[in-house]
Structures are given as C-alpha cells and as structure tokens.
C-alpha cells in the first residue's frame, strides 16, 4: 500500500498499524465493528482477552461463572491476589478494556473517522452460567459475528456447540492439556465437524477450582492429596496449588491490596464481611482471612527435616506425631469450618463435615503394618490419620540417617510411602465431602497417574491461533458482505490446528490440518435441526405434542427433553400416566425450566432412529395477510406457528425416496407440501460419556488425521431413567457398552 492510497483510511491507533497494513483497512474495520461473544474467562480465556484488546476488537461479552481462586493466580495474569473471590468476567473484562487502544485524535488534516474508531469500546461482563436459558439462547448467540470457547468442562462445552448450530454462528474451540493443544473452527454451514462429532480421548486433567473447592469424585481428592503431598515433602511451598500466601490473605481481608479500606462491595452493590464485622470464633477458626494451616505445615516441614535440620531429640517420633495431628485439624476441619462460615457450600448438594483427628489416631499401629492387610483394604478415617502420621515419621528418620535415601520431593505412584501418604490424605478429604467410594491404596495407584497441570504458554499459544483463525473468519464473512464470496466456505481458509510437545519431521511444533468433514453418526450436526415460532405463553405441551411433533414432524413415539429433563415419553414400558400432568401445561411452565424463547428441545424417537433439535422462539401476536386483508389473532391454533430448517429423515428398510424440502413453512393450513422423507441409515451415537475435562480443556489426541469414528449398530444404547418425584419429570443418562 502506497503512502497516498493508505491517507485515504481514517487514522487508526499507532499499535494498530501494523495491523492494517498486514490485514488491509477492510479487514481492519470489520475488527473494530464486530461483536464477539467469548465463553470462558480462565487460562485461555485471559490471554485471549489481552489478545483481542491489543488487537483491536471493541466490542467483546464474556460469559464466565467461575469467582478467582488463589491457584488461579500463577498463571491467570489478569488476576491479583486482591481479586480471589470476585467473579473471573469482571476482573478479566476490566483489565482487558484498559488495554484497547484508544482512538487517535482527529485533526483538520486528517479523514474523519468512522463510529467503529470513535465509538467507546464495551467490554461486557455476564456472570452466569451458559445454561442458563434466559440469557444465554439461541436469539443471543445470533447476535454476535464469532462465537470463541475457552471452557473447562465437557457439559458447557456440548452446550455451546450446539448454540452456535443452532444460531450459524462460527464457533472457534480451544483446548490444552499440559504441553499440548488444539484450536479448531465450527461452522454449520461450511460442513465442518462439530465439537461432539468425534469421542473424547479417555485422558483426564481437572479443573483447580474443583479440586480445592468443592470436589465431587474420589478422583478429585487424589490431585489434591498430591498437592499436599507437594506441600509437605517439595523443595518450596509455593509449587503446591495449596500454598496460601499469609500476607496476601490479609491484604485482601484487610482491604489493603485495592486501596478499599476494610470494606469492600459486591457485585450488586452489597457490603461484605470485614475483619471489624467477625466474631472472635470466626477469627479463632481462620475466617479472619489468614491461612489456617500453613504455619502448622511449614512447623512440620521444619520438624522433619525438610526445610531444615531435624531435631534429635529421642522423642522426635512423637513430636512428628503431635505436629501431625495439628496440621491435619487444620486441613480437615479448621479449614473446612472456615469455608463453610464464608458460604462457600450453600449451594452445594452436601455440605461437608469436618473431621478432628484424635490423640489415640495419630498413636495408632497403621494399616499397612497390621496382620492380615492388603491393598485392596479401605481404611477409616482413623486408619488415614495413622498412616499419614507413620509416612511423617519415616520420613524423619529416614532425613536423620548418615545417607538419606528420602523419596522427596518428586511424587513417585510407585513409590510405598509417597502413595500411602496420597491414598491416606485423599480418603480422609472424602470421607470430609461425603465422596464414594473410599478408595484402597490399589485403587488410588491407578488413578494418581492421570493428572496433566495447566501450562500458561500453552494457553497462550492457543489463545494466539484462535485469533489468526478469527481474522480468516471475519476475512471470509467481509467477502460475503461485499458480495465478492459466498457464505459457507471455511473450510477453504481455517485451519484445525494442533499444538505439539515434540517437532514433526519437519521440525514444526504446529501442525496444521484440513477441517475435518462432520461424522455422518453425529446427533448433533447430521441430523435436522427445526425452528419453530409460537406463543409458548399459550401452547400446552399437548397442542405441541399433537400439532408439531407428531402431525408436523412426523413422530410416532417420541420422548421429549428440555436439557436433561424427560417431560413426555411414549413407548413400550412406559406408563401414559406418568406424564398426563405435564400435557395441560403451558409450554413456559414445563418442568427443566420450560420450553420458552430462545429455548432448545430435543425430541427422539427410538423406533425410527430419528432425532431432532428444535429452537423455540415465543411470537404474541400474527399478522396473517389473507387476500389483501391483515388480520391479527383470528385464527385457530392450528395456524399459529411457524416451522423453519429441514424436517428431520426418518430410517425406513427398503425404503427410498426423495425429501422435497420446502424451506421456510409458514403454516397457515395442513396440507403443507414438505413431500416424504428420504431413507437414511442415520444410526445417531448419542451416548452420554461422562468425561472431566482440565483447567483450559481435554486432553488432545495428538496429530493422526485419520479419524475414530464409534459404530453405533455395536453399542448398548441403555437409559436410566432416575425418578424426580413431585415434578413430572426424568432425568435421562445414555450407558455405552464398554466392550465396544
């Protein structure tokens, strides 16, 4: 670009013109217009904030319903340690917005600038959760010109996939575990494979919050009994994700880490507890602000020789004992009383029960010295206290030896006493949660060996590709505004794009590859997807049930789900009675949080391998032009809907026959002329595969192109059906065989 052709642009910011002249104005401008919808605001989702400031991008929500932890602060660099407990969207939305570039002064010499370069950027915040289906629908989703994923989880992650279908709106998904990553492009209409075309790699990392906060599975308390493990025995305490900083807590609980003073605000414009508004007890019990066990731990590193020589007094095993004893109440029960007095368990399904350790636990013969034991033996409570207190001790007089041979501070799984130290803290933290089952030592071996840390380059080496993937997007959607390209050809310009530990051949650390083609046995993207307008304030579930999805739609025995909710099932087995209360209700009224605006229904029908996803959109009042003549609201039921996408196929043997397709139906009579299905072998694979994903995402499946793709004719496709009694109402789970 000549000097002269570039005066013509309106001036841009000087970080941005680098930019421009890479990019082109065109491109350029389309940056500072677009608005961007970004899900997830953690290690990913950090540095892509910074990265769409720095680049340009004005127009940006965060959705997030995650609050800051201590953990998150080494690598989540929005994050100060005076924001742990403030949601994640606020903060990283604040700090995102003071880095956009601000405009350039207008001048008599200068173009005049457009409203995109002028206009004040907004950085919105939404604390929620996506599935809320209030504020987070389909009519949001359509809103935006790039959707961008940087969750931590499976379920949210299936539930904005099938968003961003539903609303055709590009969706760049991102993923990391440990050294490696991928960053993908989803997008209906170009053809490509969706988030839940393929099955997730069994490989398993867990997001940090979790494991601190409010751990659910046994699993969850062996990564955080190795974290204490890392406490205890590592060269710093500062590796563990447990180790709290004394100062920093009481900078924040005293307000001197943002300048507040001792009172600080909540998000709705709320006082919050300062150290002046505490009981003494809560003091006494850490809520004060201060760690509740690090001096305890820091004491018993120093007793066994691991911050410092130990002592040699003869009576070192029972010192070891005492100063065990104290810092296991302070984990397992001082700590635990201090969460609970902060609230942190209200909404939690079971509220945990602190354990104190007794005198006669720590003194106690340990399990694994008794007569009779094996490693399949589940310990008690007690039983832990006694083994954790013998793995200190042994460490001890293993450091007082002329030539320690100490296992530390590497965790070792086959190592004896590392893994009993982990099995032991890991049960006593369950048996604090209510988490089964207890596990045996054999049992926690095989599970202490899939936990991949979150590395903060790798996320921002991923947030950077979904970047470079986001200008090829917006390039494309600039094409089609212009009228120079036609919609639906990502593919062409976007790349799924692997992030790798090792070089390839070539020496690349990236490896980019073609967007693969969706799975045709995909449940999600292959088969139709209907939106359907109506007055769901008027609409019962049985004018729904007769009109649309049997009438309409074509199903013979359908089950019908608002998320996990089963509201209506037809079919062998099944009692008519179950449901009869549902049918005289409106369609906002359905138990799962009704099926109002924006909502998304899905309905099966098992005896024709059929599937459907229907977004619901709520319409008051039709103006029908009926020979010239507008009339509003005269009309039976049967004419006030409107269906739009393709109808669904349905799988017939020996059956072919071709679907005429009729578009946007607007459906005033019932002989709407949407022809017969065609035959397809649709074999949808829709089983539910519970899988817990990391910190920033899944572990990958490296770099083989060549796809797995499940067989769904070989799977035990099984439902479990768990009564909610009271609300007319299921919940539904898909069982995989696992001999497939």
């Not at 892509?48 to 201590?70: M, P, Q, Y």
């Not at 690349?508 to 693969?516: A, E, M, N, R």
Request: glycine letters at 8%.
């Amino acid at each position: 670009m000549t000097v002269d052709a570039e005066s013509t642009y309106p001036p841009c910011p000087p970080i941005l013109r680098g930019m421009r002249a890479a990019l082109g104005p065109a491109l350029l401008a389309e940056i500072l217009h677009s608005r961007i919808l970004l899900i997830g605001s953690g290690g990913i989702g950090c540095e892509l904030l910074k990265n769409l400031a720095l680049s340009g991008f004005r127009h940006v929500e965060v959705v997030d319903l995650d609050t800051i932890d201590v953990s998150n602060l080494n690598r989540q660099f929005l994050f100060r340690s005076h924001h742990v407990g403030m949601p994640k969207c606020v903060v990283a939305s604040e700090a995102a917005l003071r880095m956009v570039p601000p405009p350039p002064p207008t001048t008599p010499t200068t173009p005049i600038q457009d409203d995109a370069t002028t206009a004040k950027a907004t950085y919105m915040p939404h604390h929620g959760n996506v599935f809320d289906n209030a504020r987070f629908n389909v009519p949001y989703f359509q809103k935006f010109a790039i959707v961008l994923n940087a969750l931590d989880n499976v379920a949210a992650r299936r539930r904005v996939n099938r968003l961003c279908l539903a609303a055709n709106v590009p969706l760049i998904e991102a993923g990391t575990a440990g050294y490696l990553g991928q960053v993908t492009v989803i997008d209906r209409p170009s053809n490509t494979e969706c988030y839940e075309c393929q099955p997730k790699p069994t490989q398993k990392v867990y997001p940090i919050c979790t494991i601190r906060s409010t751990p659910s599975q046994p699993v969850h308390c062996i990564v955080w009994a190795k974290e204490l493990y890392k406490l205890c025995f590592g060269p710093k305490v500062e590796d563990s994700m447990l180790y709290e900083d004394e100062e920093s807590l009481r900078a924040e609980r005293d307000g001197q880490g943002d300048g507040d003073g001792d009172e600080k605000k909540n998000d709705d414009g709320g006082r919050t507890t300062t150290r002046s508004d505490m009981s003494k007890g809560e003091e006494e019990a850490g809520g004060g602000g201060g760690s509740t066990y690090m001096d305890a731990i820091r004491d018993l590193r120093s007793l066994i020789g691991v911050d410092s020589s130990p002592y040699s007094s003869p009576s070192q095993p029972s010192a070891v004992r005492s100063k065990a004893r104290e810092a296991l109440t302070a984990l397992f029960s001082t700590e635990i009383v201090k969460q609970i007095g902060m609230d942190r368990y209200k909404t939690a399904d079971r509220v945990p029960v602190p354990i104190s350790p007794g005198v006669d636990w720590v003194d106690a013969i340990p399990p694994t010295t008794r007569e009779g034991y094996t490693p399949t033996d589940v310990w008690s409570p007690a039983d832990c206290v006694s083994e954790i207190a013998s793995c200190l001790v042994e460490v001890a007089e293993n450091a007082l030896t002329p030539d320690p041979t100490s296992p530390l501070p590497e965790f070792d799984k086959d190592d004896d006493v590392a893994m009993r130290f982990v099995t032991a803290a890991s049960n006593l933290r369950s048996y604090v949660f209510g988490i089964e089952p207890i596990q045996s030592l054999y049992d926690a071996k095989g599970m202490a060996g899939n936990i991949i840390p979150a590395i903060a380059t790798t996320n921002a080496i991923v947030a950077g590709l979904q970047v470079l993937q986001m200008f090829h997007v917006l390039r494309a959607q600039l094409d089609v505004k212009s009228g120079g390209g036609e919609g639906g050809k990502l593919k062409e310009c976007c790349r799924y794009i692997y992030c790798l530990r090792d070089k390839t051949r070539k020496g690349y650390l990236l490896q980019p590859t073609s967007l693969p083609d969706p799975n045709p046995d995909c449940f999600v993207c292959r088969n139709a997807s209907v939106s359907l307008v109506l007055n769901t304030h008027e609409w019962t579930l049985d004018m729904f049930l007769r009109r649309i999805i049997k009438k309409e739609l074509g199903f013979a025995e359908p089950t019908i789900m608002i998320g996990e909710d089963i509201v209506y099932e037809e079919g062998e087995d099944i009692d008519p009675s179950e449901y009869v209360a549902n049918l005289a209700k409106k369609m906002t009224n359905l138990p799962g949080g009704g099926a109002g605006h924006g909502s998304v229904l899905r309905i099966e029908d098992f005896t024709q391998d059929l599937e459907v996803e229907v977004s619901v959109s709520h319409r008051d009042r039709w103006i029908i032009d009926d020979e010239g003549e507008a009339k509003v609201d005269d009309r039976e039921e049967i004419e006030k809907f409107e269906i739009g996408g393709k109808k669904p196929t349905v799988s017939k043997e020996n059956d072919s026959v071709d679907a005429k397709s009729n578009g946007n139906v607007a459906n005033s009579a019932a002989s709407s002329n949407e022809g017969e299905a065609r035959t397809e072998d649709t074999n949808d694979s829709d089983d539910e595969i519970e899988l817990i994903e990391g910190d920033d995402g899944p572990k990958l499946d490296g770099i083989d192109d060549s796809r797995m793709y499940a067989d769904s004719k070989e799977e035990s496709k099984k439902r479990t059906l768990v009564d909610q009694s009271g609300n007319g109402t299921k919940k539904a789970k898909m069982t995989v065989d696992d001999s497939v």
